[in-house]
């Protein structure tokens, strides 16, 4: 795991140098386009050679953080009523979000997010929701002997009552983008009604499983409003507005970054990095981690 240690701290090291250059030179937007930032979390617990992680101590020091900073933690009925109803949302507001539906989500983020009174949102493919076998992207860990559970159906309906909303990520895992578009249909539509059946309320919340552009259609779009949901979130980095199409919310995929670097990631200062989210800037990062030998499904 030597190579995915390198990539992280090439990473860092590259938010760092944009974020304090567009700082430097003022190019960064405060204003009217920045009035929700969405963070997106994975995995929070301390194994080492596990991607897609941020340690426990790191997680609880960035939610400290938020704080500090002046950021208004909101939950996704703020966002809903936002994007729905047009009604305002507080200055700096932050969405809290969880992808793919971790054990560690409960039992290492959840005290953190709970000693600062905050919300959040975990989006979970319900294929693998109570099952023993790995995530997809998952299963070269598994085979190393680095397990990754997911949560049952009892522990996500206590995320809920703790104030983490579970929504939809589908049920099998894979990006809609490589489904056909009826299998597509049926992964949006079926995931809602089985999280409704099990949660007793409406789903209203889609995350798109790895989300960047190249991983969904303008059709996918349309699938989720037929099948009555109210957003989508994207793995599009950077910050929405009042305009910003709501079915194609991006969020900033957090990993172990630095305090200096957290912050200028919420300020705006590395938005410049979502030409990684593109469809040419995701091939070149699938032929950067074939390189250094850190590729997963």
């Not at 700096?92 to 409960?106: H, P, S």
């Not at 703790?162 to 539509?189: F, K, T, Y």
């Not at 200028?264 to 979502?274: M, P």
Request: a negative charge; charged letters at 25%.
């Amino acid at each position: 795991m030597r190579a995915e240690r390198a990539k992280q701290l090439l990473k860092n090291a590259v938010y760092r140098s944009i974020g304090e250059a567009a700082t430097a030179f003022g190019a960064v937007d405060g204003g009217e386009g920045r009035t929700l930032r969405v963070l997106m979390y994975h995995k929070v617990n301390d194994q080492p050679e596990n991607p897609v992680t941020v340690p426990t101590s790191a997680f609880a020091e960035q939610m400290a953080h938020l704080r500090e900073l002046g950021y208004a933690v909101v939950g996704l009925d703020a966002v809903l009523d936002h994007y729905v109803e047009g009604k305002a949302l507080p200055d700096k507001a932050v969405l809290i979000t969880f992808d793919d539906g971790y054990r560690d989500n409960l039992e290492n983020a959840l005290p953190a997010l709970e000693a600062h009174g905050y919300p959040a949102v975990l989006f979970a493919p319900v294929g693998y929701v109570g099952e023993r076998q790995p995530l997809p992207h998952d299963e070269h860990l598994a085979e190393r002997g680095v397990i990754n559970p997911t949560l049952d159906w009892g522990e996500l309906r206590e995320l809920e009552q703790a104030g983490v909303r579970v929504e939809s990520h589908g049920i099998s895992h894979r990006p809609l983008a490589e489904l056909e578009v009826d299998e597509a249909a049926r992964e949006i539509a079926i995931s809602k009604l089985r999280l409704e059946e099990r949660l007793g309320r409406p789903v209203r919340a889609f995350a798109y499983v790895k989300g960047s552009e190249a991983h969904y259609r303008p059709v996918h779009l349309s699938l989720l409003r037929q099948a009555g949901y109210d957003v989508g979130f994207t793995s599009v980095s950077g910050a929405n507005g009042p305009a910003t199409d709501r079915f194609r919310l991006r969020r900033y995929n957090v990993e172990p970054y630095p305090p200096r670097t957290f912050q200028l990631v919420l300020e705006g200062a590395c938005d410049l990095i979502a030409v990684k989210d593109t469809v040419a800037g995701t091939h070149a990062r699938r032929a950067l981690n074939a390189a250094l030998g850190t590729s997963s499904k």
